[in-house]
């Protein structure tokens, strides 16, 4: 209640103050215009000052403004055009670059071009010299082969003479005359020590379709190979053996089969029949081709047994191949003989040189059967056997028989055919490397 009061009387005495002072106002304004000389005159001219200044401020400001805009447009401009400026610079510096960078390449190109110019004149110059060092290689290695052949032709043909001298010798002095009045034994000797003598080195066939034989001198020779640790056995040939001149061909065992006398008609693997020497034939059928031969020419053919083989594989040599103790090259046909057969297939029959007795392929080319039993050649009963030339047959079952085969074959190794080297097969094995030859004695 008492706040109250103190309000209201705070508000009234507002309103009196504010009430005089309002007064006050009005009665200094009547007494101003009871008092002032000037009242109702014109009011002076210069009242409109203020308004042209007012223009002249505008006008300035405005020209202010616009050269202030006309600075930031010139400043804009100015800048746009330093931007284009910078922007051509920019592009004529990648001009420049690129320009620069392509002649380069061009350069770098050119540089590469001769560069390789220069590689393939430097190459082919390479291949130049090494065409004629190659074909100077091959006159040279042709010239050392035919050298070499030649040279083991002339010692083939030495050897040949000196077997055959030795043989003559042989022959005379087991057909000396005896000193017992035996004038007639003595006829006879002599007569056959020549007849001996003119068959020696003969080629002949018993029949249009058999196969081509050689006389082989008699003789003597030490069967095994020192250089390999062989077993060596002194073999002595005392007897008339005439042996085929090549390996049976494909044509002489169609004959056999066109006669009633060989069952089979093996598989020539697509190399040929003909000269090729025949193949997939097992020791059993080899068997049927000379007991027909036999029947044919009522002569006593057969196969030769391992030291008759050897024998005339050696001719008269001791060494490894009958033309030395070194494979050489294009001598035979095995996988690394040399010759364009090598590994491939075998060659029809006689395209090598032939030994010192005349026999074709004694070395490669396809192996041969020969009639005896596998046996090791160190045995007390194989030395018995073989030193006469005779076939080790004994030991040999229907249910084991196994034989010798010889010579060495187109896929084997030039160690595989050397004149000592023998391996062996079940009688009833074939295969695409393994033919034979044939023997005959009187």
């Known amino acids: 209640m008492k706040h109250a009061r103190i309000r209201s009387f705070g508000s009234n005495a507002l309103a009196i103050v504010l009430w005089i002072g309002l007064a006050a106002n009005t009665a200094l304004a009547e007494t101003a215009s009871v008092i002032d000389p000037t009242e109702g005159l014109e009011p002076p001219k210069p009242a409109a000052q203020p308004e042209n200044a007012l223009k002249h401020s505008r006008a300035e400001a405005e020209q202010r403004r616009r050269a202030k805009a006309e600075a930031r447009a010139n400043a804009a401009k100015k800048q746009a055009a330093e931007r284009e400026s910078a922007r051509l610079r920019a592009i004529e510096q990648a001009r420049e670059a690129a320009a620069r960078e392509a002649a380069r390449k061009a350069a770098a190109a050119q540089a590469a071009m001769v560069r390789a110019e220069a590689a393939k004149a430097a190459e082919a110059r390479a291949a130049e010299v090494k065409e004629a060092i190659r074909e ?3 006159r040279e290695l042709a010239a050392r082969e035919s050298a070499a052949k030649e040279a083991a032709a002339k010692a083939a043909a030495a050897r040949a003479a000196s077997a055959r001298e030795a043989a003559d010798r042989l ?7 005896a000193r017992d009045n035996r004038v007639q034994l003595v006829a006879a000797r002599s007569t056959a020590a020549s007849m001996s003598k003119e068959r020696i080195g003969t080629v002949f066939r018993d029949c249009a379709k058999c196969p081509e034989l050689v006389w082989l001198p008699r003789g003597d020779f030490v069967m095994g190979d020192a250089a390999a640790n062989d077993s060596r056995l002194i073999v002595e040939i005392r ?6 001149r090549f390996e049976v061909t494909f044509a002489e065992w169609d004959a056999c089969v066109a006669g009633g006398g060989c069952r089979k008609r093996p598989n020539d693997a697509g190399w040929g029949r003909g000269g ?4 997939n034939v097992s020791w059993g059928d080899a068997q049927q081709y000379v007991a027909w031969l036999s ?3 009522n002569k006593r053919y057969r196969l030769l047994s391992e030291a008759e083989w050897e024998y005339a594989a050696r001719a008269g040599t001791d060494v490894r191949y009958w033309w030395g103790d070194q494979a050489g090259r294009g001598d035979a046909n095995c996988a690394d003989c040399g010759s364009k057969w090598d590994g491939r297939q075998p ?3 006689g395209r090598f040189a032939p030994n010192p007795f005349g026999l074709y392929d004694m070395h490669g080319n396809v192996s041969e059967w020969v009639e005896d039993c596998f046996h090791d050649r160190s045995s007390d009963r194989a030395r018995d056997a073989s030193s006469d030339g005779r076939a080790l047959t004994s030991g040999c079952t229907e249910a084991s028989d196994t034989r010798v085969v010889r010579g060495g074959a187109w896929y084997g190794s030039a160690r595989s055919i050397r004149s000592a080297a023998r391996t062996s097969a079940a009688a009833d094995h074939f295969d695409n490397g393994i033919g ?3 023997a005959r004695t009187e």
Do not use: D, E, K
């Open 136 to 138: 100077a290689a091959a």
């Open 171 to 177: 022959i005379a002095a087991r057909q000396a005359p």
């Open 239 to 244: 007897y008339m053996l005439a042996v085929g």
């Open 276 to 279: 090729q020497p025949v193949i």
């Open 295 to 297: 029947r044919t020419t």
């Open 347 to 349: 060659a029809p029959v």
């Open 436 to 438: 034979f030859r044939i």
